[in-house]
């Protein structure tokens, strides 16, 4: 079955840099586009960034545009995150996600806690 | 990219139907029929309910269901059971390629 884990995740002081990691499974993960979604303490889910199945192209919400980058492996299955600049209301829960294009997501990991705090 | 604008909160009694707006403009919601819906209870990730507007994927039940006119979707969910109490969703593309998604509607079970 689907699996994505995160990893990465913790607390890290503003203007700081953090990678965040998801080890995909059970499915052909150079076949599909991969998201990015954040969702701080007691709020809505936001969408951070997608990237296309074979890493050609990129886009990101304006919130993150210019200070984080999302990449992945396709031989080690694996979708990153990079993280610079860091700001405080950066502090979320981040899920990756397997994509249909930028149409929806189907299957999400189980999200990785990320605390932006001096 | 502003949020997609949803109703802070729903309620319905079981057996009851309910109905969640979910109002974009002529740039995602109303430009492309790539609205889709997820349900998240407390805790957990969001599941996938509703694609491309109307389509349920395999194992989501069939009280669910989603339309759209113009710059407004709606997910209906028919026959309220208890554990359809949970936060609801809606999402779009957008013509700058990105997503959106709305700030959410929490759904009580009476």
């Known amino acids: 079955q689907v699996q994505l884990v995160e990893s990465g995740g913790g607390v890290v002081q503003p203007g700081r840099s953090l990678r965040l990691s998801c080890a995909a499974s059970g499915f052909i993960f150079s076949s599909y586009d991969m998201h990015w979604v954040r969702q701080a303490p007691g709020k809505g889910l936001e969408w951070v960034a997608v990237?296309?199945?074979?890493?050609?192209?990129?886009n990101y919400a304006d919130s993150v545009k210019g200070r984080f980058t999302i990449s992945r492996d396709n031989s080690k299955n694996t979708l990153y995150l990079q993280m610079n600049s860091l700001r405080d209301e950066d502090s979320a829960e981040y899920y990756c996600a397997r994509g249909h294009g930028s149409s929806y997501v189907d299957h999400w990991g189980q999200g990785i806690l990320v605390t932006v705090s001096s | 990219q502003s949020a997609l604008t949803q109703p802070a909160s729903v309620s319905g009694s079981p057996g009851q139907s309910i109905t969640i707006s979910c109002t974009g403009t002529s740039s995602d919601v109303g430009g492309y029929n790539y609205v889709s819906w997820y349900q998240q209870h407390p805790g957990k990730a969001p599941k996938l309910l509703i694609y491309e507007v109307n389509n349920r994927p395999s194992g989501v039940s069939s009280r669910f269901s989603g339309s759209k006119s113009g710059n407004t979707a709606s997910l209906t969910i028919s026959g309220l059971q208890a554990e359809d109490e949970a936060d609801y969703y809606c999402s779009s593309y957008t013509s700058s390629s990105t997503v959106v998604f709305g700030g959410g509607a929490k759904l009580t079970v009476l």
């Open positions: 990237i296309r199945y074979d890493g050609s192209n990129q």
